[in-house]
């Protein structure tokens, strides 16, 4: 008779490493799959605040020059959820803030803090942690005009910008030197003041004396031409308001209107010119203001260019008559005095003595610039802002660049943080 082989029974060790293990193996798969699935989420509503903070940077900026970056009726709030509201997230669940209340640009108008918090329900991790977790994204959009100051382009100069007189002053806005020299900024004049920052991708040489807490940063990166994009006027469009140079010279008020001036301006002796509102195109001669001529221009851009029939000109406010020229307060030239054919290098002069006013915006960008001051601080304002390939700036007076509440119809809208 055959006996069965009796299977020893086990002692249940198995069991008990299965128990010991299955907390880890719980763990390990929680990490995987509710790992993953956290990370995505993050990955969603990080990318979700991003494009909101953008479309309040976008409406910041569209209502800029109505409400200076701050939101009072709520539309950039409102931009900022309904692109929360349409990447699927429910408008509870999105904190939208103008100014920021934290980070970098607490309480900063023309920016917009957007929070979006959620939650992942876990799957596995539920048995640890008993709850759904607690998923949030935070970004900052800007929204304002480009803070245009003075930029110069010239990549390789010793002295790109170069400042030797009594006083300079840069009011709120940054001095921008993309030259790569190791002396590409010079000051030796007595003050150079900017309440904004200094910034050099070269050298500096600085001897002048700077306000507080206003470093001079070098290795900086260059700043692409904020302008670049700005279109030429369009000539063919303008009537031809005088078809040769011309010159006034008459103590009797010219009165000019927008167009094109071939052969260019030229405002000389005791001459005095009236521009009404508008722009005015130099086909070659350039604009000349000298003597004791006086040029009265409300709401004028000056577009210095060149033609077959006659050579492009100088840009030049100079001598001892009055100059008050205003930049237009809207359309595409907003904020801009003077733009210069950007293929030219035609130099632009500017000197005061006390009787000069050049608010908006001038751009050269393959021009020399030169400042030149004979009076107080303030009593003379050379131009809002610039962007040129160089600067010189000197003078026993003082030199200020002040672009006021006018600046151009540049965007800087972008996320910041």
């Known amino acids: 008779m055959l006996r069965a082989n009796r299977v020893p029974r086990r002692a249940g060790a198995v069991l008990v490493k299965v128990a010991i293990c299955l907390p880890v193996l ?3 798969l ?19 605040a991003d494009a909101a903070a953008l479309a309040a940077g976008a409406d910041l900026y569209a209502n800029y020059w109505t409400n200076q970056g701050a939101d009072p009726i709520g539309t950039a709030r409102a931009a900022a959820e309904q692109v929360a509201v349409a990447n699927g997230y429910p408008a509870s669940a999105v904190t939208v803030t103008v100014p920021p209340t934290s980070g970098a640009y607490a309480g900063q108008p023309g920016h917009a803090e957007v929070r979006i918090d959620s939650a992942v329900t876990n799957s596995f991790g539920r048995t640890i942690t008993g709850s759904a977790t607690g998923v949030s994204a935070r970004a900052v959009g800007r929204g304002e005009p480009v803070r245009i100051g003075i930029v110069l382009l010239n990549p390789t100069a010793s002295g790109a910008f170069k400042n030797t007189a009594a006083a300079f002053a840069l009011i709120n806005k940054p001095l921008v030197v993309n030259s790569t020299s190791p ?25 002048s004396l700077l306000p507080l807490g206003v470093p001079v940063k070098t290795g900086a ?16 469009a303008a009537p031809v308001r005088s078809s040769t140079p011309l010159t006034i010279s008459s103590v009797v008020p ?26 005015y195109v130099m086909q070659g001669g350039g604009f000349r203001v000298d003597g004791a001529g006086t040029v009265t221009g409300l709401s004028t851009m000056v577009y210095n260019t060149t033609s077959p029939t006659h050579a492009a000109g100088p840009v030049s406010v100079t001598g001892l ?37 050049v608010t908006g915006t001038v751009y050269a960008a393959k ?8 009076a107080a601080v303030g ?30 119809r540049v965007p800087d809208v972008r996320v910041v943080e």
């Open 379 to 408: 009593l003379d304002i050379m131009g809002g802002a610039f962007v040129a390939d160089s600067m010189t700036v000197g003078g026993i007076g003082a030199v200020t660049v002040n672009i006021g509440l006018n600046p151009p």
């Open 254 to 279: 010219t009165v000019l209107q927008p167009g094109v001036y071939k052969g260019g301006i030229r405002v000389t002796g005791l001459g005095v010119a009236v521009m009404t509102p508008g722009v």
């Open 221 to 236: 990166r260059p700043t692409p031409d904020p302008l670049a994009f700005l279109p030429v006027p369009d000539e063919s």
């Open 183 to 207: 002396t590409a900024l010079q000051s030796s004049g007595l003050l150079l003041l900017s309440l904004s920052k200094v910034q050099s991708t070269g050298g500096a040489s600085i001897t």
């Open 30 to 48: 929680a990490l995987n799959l509710d790992g993953g699935r956290l990370y995505d989420e993050r990955r969603r509503a990080q990318a979700t």
């Open 321 to 357: 008559g009055k100059v008050v020229m205003t930049a237009p307060l809207s359309g595409t030239y907003q904020g801009m005095s003077f733009f210069q054919h950007r293929g030219l290098n035609q130099p632009v002069t500017v000197s005061g003595a006390g009787l000069t006013t």
């Open 26 to 28: 719980i763990g390990v």
């Open 367 to 374: 021009a020399p610039v030169t400042l030149t001051g004979t």
